[in-house]
């Protein structure tokens, strides 16, 4: 093989290399944009926002801001957990309209576009077995959250169901990180962020386990 051939076959792997690269860079500027709304005035609003439009198409979630702003003012922790919840939820129901009416569309795209094809797949898996329930799993654990809203759009879930089991698995996830951040203060956030996705799972096992019992007790 000349050197020429050899250079134009690796061409694709360095172009890979570089997209990543900017995309990386990217993403790191997107996130401290993210991180500095905290510190906005309009902090609360921010956070809405950011909230709102993580449950369909936005890639940094929310937690990035909790935990600066719980730590700025632990008084108002169920305040921010609240309000994160909410506009999550309010979300989530835009990318479950998504999954109905424009998945063809808009959906298939956002799925492409954060190369979440095969958690997309996994999770329609898991729907077909377990329903609301892979909606609460997945909307506590580090499970990206915009890829149940637009599946279970597809899926056709109950909205109702949706709507409950998302608002109490967010709620939870939300309230235990900012109830975690006023308890022990800055001291724990070394903790939560290499844990805090394994904390959301333990969690999540252990309702599920309780709940199987009860139900296994009155059979």
């Given amino acids: 093989m000349s050197w020429l051939s050899y250079c134009r076959c690796l061409e694709p792997m360095v172009n890979h290399s570089i997209m990543y690269e900017n995309r990386t860079r990217s ?3 997107l996130y ?6 905290a510190a906005h005035r309009h902090a609360k609003w921010w956070l809405a926002l950011v909230s ?3 449950s369909s198409i936005f890639i940094i979630p929310p937690d990035v801001m909790i935990i600066p702003m719980v730590l700025a003012d632990r008084a108002k922790w169920w305040r921010i957990a609240l309000t994160a919840t909410i506009a999550s939820v309010i979300g989530g129901i835009g990318g479950y309209l998504i999954g109905v009416f424009l998945f063809d569309t808009l959906g298939h795209s956002l ?3 954060y190369s979440y094809e095969e958690k997309f797949g996994q999770y329609m898996k898991i729907y077909e077995e377990w329903g ?3 909606v609460f799993g997945a909307g506590l654990t580090p499970f990206p959250y915009k890829v149940i809203t637009i599946a279970s759009g597809v899926a056709e879930l109950d909205l109702s169901l949706f709507i409950l089991t998302s608002l109490i698995a ?13 308890y ?3 001291s724990i956030t070394k903790i939560i962020e290499k844990y805090f ?7 999540f096992v252990a309702i599920f386990a309780c709940l199987l019992l009860i139900n296994l007790s009155f059979a």
């Fill in 197 to 203: 996705g394994l904390i959301t799972i333990l969690i």
């Fill in 27 to 29: 993403l790191r500027t």
């Fill in 184 to 186: 022990f203060g800055v």
């Fill in 132 to 134: 609301g329930w892979a």
């Fill in 52 to 54: 709102f439009i993580e």
């Fill in 111 to 113: 799925v492409d576009f």
């Fill in 32 to 37: 401290n944009k993210v991180l500095s709304a």
């Fill in 170 to 182: 967010r709620g939870l996830r939300f309230f235990c990180l900012a109830g975690l951040l006023f």
